[in-house]
Nanobody, 116 residues
Framework: QVQLVESGGGLVQAGGSLRLSCAAS????????MSWFRQAPGKQRDVVAT???????NYRDSVKGRFTISRDNVKNTLYLQMNGLKPEDTAVYYC??????????WGQGTQVTVSS
């Protein structure tokens, strides 16, 4: 079993920055792809950014140039640096990881609120 714990959310004004972290722990043999998702009230959960073990990244169009996903494979930690935040970025942000040969794990989520 793998546990994912997010931190770093909060309230910020438009144009501000936050850095989210997601620490993986437990019985870890291998972590493959890791991702950040977000879910706004009344909307579906959408992928924000993904990163492979080798560091290749992908972003949804609305966050390109503002958000940066990264990972520390030694610490089993995922990060999301968010700059230039906009009110439409307000959501609960979830960490996601594929680990231990095909299992998918989710964190509990961290709230990000951007005021205008």
């Amino acid at each position: 079993q793998v546990q994912l714990v997010e931190s770093g959310g909060g309230l910020v004004q438009a144009g501000g920055s936050l850095r989210l972290s997601c620490a993986a722990s437990g019985r870890i043999f291998r972590i493959n792809g890791m991702s950040w998702f977000r879910q706004a009230p009344g909307k579906q959960r959408d992928v924000v950014a993904t990163i492979t073990p080798g560091g290749s990244t992908n972003y949804r169009d609305s966050v390109k140039g503002r958000f940066t996903i990264s990972r520390d494979n030694v610490k089993n930690t995922l990060y999301l640096q968010m700059n230039g935040l906009k009110p439409e970025d307000t959501a609960v942000y979830y960490c996601n990881a594929e680990a231990n040969y095909g299992y998918v794990y989710w964190g509990q989520g961290t709230q990000v609120t951007v005021s205008s």
